[in-house]
């Protein structure tokens, strides 16, 4: 069965760090793009982050740019988005998702086909 798992969400204070992790179960991560993705409550869902499969590249949204970074652990089979300097608009329900993509990856949510459950990212004082 194939199982993406979010974990490192939480209660932070504005200008404080937390790092999400991606675990998954029944595939290997290296041979998918995976993506970073939040909702916040009343808003649609929005990209944050992918890393390919390919080399490793990424792409970040600019409300998260400088703040916001995303890496993997293949030896693992885990991806980390590790989040800086938050602040309360980056509250909300934090997704991943894999999907098999060549070269570059994106953001564009059709190109995805695992998600997992989501883990909360509340920021606030």
């Known amino acids: 069965q194939l199982q993406l798992v979010e974990s490192g969400g939480g209660l932070v204070q504005p200008g404080g760090s937390l790092r999400l992790s991606c675990a998954a179960s029944?595939?290997?991560?290296?041979?998918?793009?995976i993506g970073w993705f939040r909702q916040a409550p009343g808003k649609e869902r929005e990209g944050v982050s992918c890393i390919s499969s390919a080399d490793g590249s990424t792409s970040t949204g600019d409300s998260v740019k400088g703040r916001f970074s995303i890496s993997r652990d293949n030896a693992k089979n885990t991806v980390y988005l590790q989040m800086n300097s938050l602040k309360p608009e980056d509250t909300g329900v934090y997704y991943c998702?894999?999907?098999?993509?060549?070269?570059?990856?994106?953001?564009?949510?059709?190109?995805?086909?695992?998600w997992g459950q989501g883990t909360q990212v509340t920021v606030s004082s």
């Open positions: 029944g595939f290997t991560l290296d041979a998918y793009a």
């Open positions: 998702a894999a999907g098999r993509m060549y070269y570059h990856c994106t953001t564009y949510e059709p190109r995805y086909n695992y």
